[in-house]
């Protein structure tokens, strides 16, 4: 075979509706031509993100009868942990409710006015709360990674050593508190970053007394791309690739729910013990208890062994496998995508794709609307509406105007992939009827999520 089969079968299933396609121009005009604002119950297949849209094994459903909801001390909170420290080889976990719950504690800890954050491309939620706290993001990631169709770079999620270090020596290295390090990078493409950039970027950081913080809400998919593209890690076991990455780490931001393969849940992890207790004071304040950070005690269970069966090789082949069935057909299509496909998603090229439409006019704003239109299918923008404005309140206009059509785990079959791969071919086959929208509200933090627009 040349794509992995499923290595599950289903227990239950959720029936899907699908529209007519006067209701859908109906719901997506309700929506303001915004994917994020439509009702989950008009979508047929719904590939808007992979966060917290996994489903869950039949094992993580047991552990959920499991779970010990006492205020403090959960047993289900000593399984994570020790869950965490024996994958990552982490020395504390502070749970959160999510990804951007460790991204707020570890941002007010360590980001002071005046500070510089270098990281591999921003995220959304990350950068937010860098700039939130009076830091500014800093882009080290490599050129490469900003080119949408440079298929020859196994590892474009990779730092650029020279960009950090001309960081380092304009700024010193006593204004950055951290290096914030994407495994894999989201925005992209879901690329990931090989075993040898980790070590140099934690020689390079030791040297200079930098803190390095995994963002590892997708690490697993990263583990998988070293063991299947770089040289001397073919026969070594997900579970030994991904000790040996976090090896070069210390700390990490997660979001459960991603690799976790919950639907809710994260942590910040750390060796410092000082970072620690100042984060322990702080999760109280914003999350719960340092023994439950916004998670039910079922849903830290669930976490607890979603991050074990994650480890499984023949799961992670498959998860990847599935992205590359699916942007492999658009390939073969025409379709503009980002190249080589990532671990989590296929990413249009929406410049590409709609080339007569300007930046300033959201061509993958749009795009993501018309692919709702013509299919049912939910895709989400990635692109100039996501990057939002700076300091100054300018459009940051980033070199990536993408659609991302993102996965979940074990949740569609190769059929559905099918679907979606007609749908975008017949969006792409009409595209020149299609016209840029222009704000009619924005928000002035994270405005992709309940931006509204107009059609121009
Ligand atoms: N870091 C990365 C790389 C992410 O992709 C996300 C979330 C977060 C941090 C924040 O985690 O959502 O649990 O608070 N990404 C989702 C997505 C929202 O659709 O890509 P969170």
């Given at each position: 075979y040349k794509y992995m089969p499923e290595p599950y079968k289903v227990k239950m299933v959720e029936p899907l509706r699908i529209l007519e396609k006067e209701e859908r121009l109906e719901a997506i005009k309700k929506a303001g031509y915004n994917t994020?604002?439509?009702?989950?119950?008009?979508?047929?297949?719904?590939?808007?993100?992979?966060s917290g849209t996994n489903a869950m094994s039949d094992r993580q459903w047991a552990g959920i009868m499991m779970g010990d909801e006492a205020y403090a001390g959960s047993e289900n909170f000593y399984h994570l942990q020790e869950t965490v420290q024996e994958i990552m080889g982490l020395k504390y976990v502070v749970p959160t409710h999510q990804g951007r719950g460790a991204e707020n504690i570890l941002s007010q800890i360590?980001?002071?006015?005046g500070t510089y954050v270098p990281g591999n491309m921003y995220f959304t939620t990350t950068r937010a709360h860098q700039e939130m706290n009076g830091g500014t993001f800093v882009d080290v990631v490599i050129d490469d990674a900003h080119i949408s169709d440079k298929e020859d770079v196994a590892f474009k999620g990779n730092i650029d050593l020279q960009k950090y270090e001309n960081l380092i020596n304009e700024?010193?290295?006593?204004?950055?508190p951290y290096i914030c390090v994407g495994v894999t990078v989201n925005l992209a493409g879901g690329q990931p970053v090989s075993m040898k950039n980790l070590r140099e970027v934690y020689e390079l950081s030791q040297k200079n007394g930098i803190r390095v913080m995994f963002d590892c809400t997708r690490y697993v998919e990263n583990a998988y791309f070293i063991k299947t593209?770089?040289?001397?890690?073919?026969?070594?076991?997900i579970a030994e690739i991904v000790k040996e990455m976090f090896s070069y780490a210390d700390g990490a931001t997660m979001s459960g729910k991603k690799d976790g393969i919950v639907n809710i849940g994260g942590f910040l992890a750390m060796n410092e013990e000082d970072l620690y207790h100042k984060a322990c004071a702080l999760v109280v304040v914003y999350e719960g208890m340092p023994s439950y950070g916004g998670m039910s005690g079922r849903d830290m269970e669930a976490f607890a062994i979603g991050l074990k069966e994650a480890l499984d090789f023949n799961y992670i082949k498959h998860r990847v496998e599935q992205v590359e069935y699916l942007g492999n057909k658009l390939i073969e299509a025409g379709i503009p995508i980002v190249r080589p496909i990532g671990g989590h998603a296929v990413f249009l090229d929406a410049k590409k794709f709609l080339p007569h439409i300007p930046q300033n006019e959201y061509p993958a704003q749009v795009l993501a609307a018309e692919i709702y239109i013509e299919s049912g299918v939910r895709t989400m923008e990635r692109g100039n509406v996501s990057a939002g404005r700076n300091k100054e309140g300018k459009?940051?206009?980033?070199k990536l105007e993408l659609v991302r059509l993102t996965l979940p785990r074990r949740v569609y079959s190769y059929a559905h992939l099918d679907f979606v791969a007609q749908a975008i071919i017949n969006t792409y086959n009409r595209r020149d009827e299609i016209k840029g929208l222009k704000f009619s509200y924005e928000a002035p933090v994270l405005r992709f999520f309940t931006g509204r627009f107009e059609r121009l």
């Open positions: 994020f604002l439509l009702n989950s119950r008009d979508v047929y297949i719904d590939l808007l993100t992979d360590l980001v002071k006015p700024v010193g290295a006593e204004n950055i593209k770089e040289e001397g890690y073919q026969d070594k076991t459009e940051y206009f980033p």
